[in-house]
């Protein structure tokens, strides 16, 4: 069974810095693009960050680049967020999620079979 456990989220001021990750078990991430989404009350799941099997390749929301960065660590099955110059409109639940498709990416949240259960990000003013 496929499991992914996101942590790291929790409150923080707004140009703080916060690192989230997320932990996969079940499957073996090597052949597999990584994303992160996130989802703010009363709006659609929308992408934020992805990166590709081998790490070579790294896609941004325009509304995070430059301050976000996604990583990824295939022995420990571990992908990263690190999250810099944070602001009130990034408050949001952050998910991880393994692409259904060896090799392929997409920003799509469909395109994704396997959820963590997110964590809570909150930007206070």
């Known amino acids: 069974q496929v499991q992914l456990v996101e942590s790291g989220g929790g409150l923080v001021q707004a140009g703080g810095s916060l690192r989230l990750s997320c932990a996969t078990s079940?499957?073996?991430?090597?052949?597999?693009?990584m994303g992160w989404f996130r989802q703010a009350p009363g709006k659609e799941r929308e992408f934020v960050a992805r990166i590709s099997w081998n790490g070579e390749s790294t896609y941004y929301a325009s509304s995070v680049k430059g301050r976000f960065t996604i990583s990824r660590d295939n022995a420990k099955n571990t992908v990263y967020l690190q999250m810099s110059d944070l602001t009130p409109e990034d408050t949001a639940v952050y998910y991880c999620?393994?692409?259904?498709?060896?090799?392929?990416?997409?920003?799509?949240?469909?395109?994704?079979?396997?959820w963590g259960q997110g964590t809570q990000v909150t930007v206070s003013s």
């Open positions: 079940g499957r073996s991430l090597t052949f597999y693009t």
């Open positions: 999620a393994i692409h259904s498709t060896m090799w392929r990416g997409s920003d799509r949240p469909q395109d994704y079979d396997y």
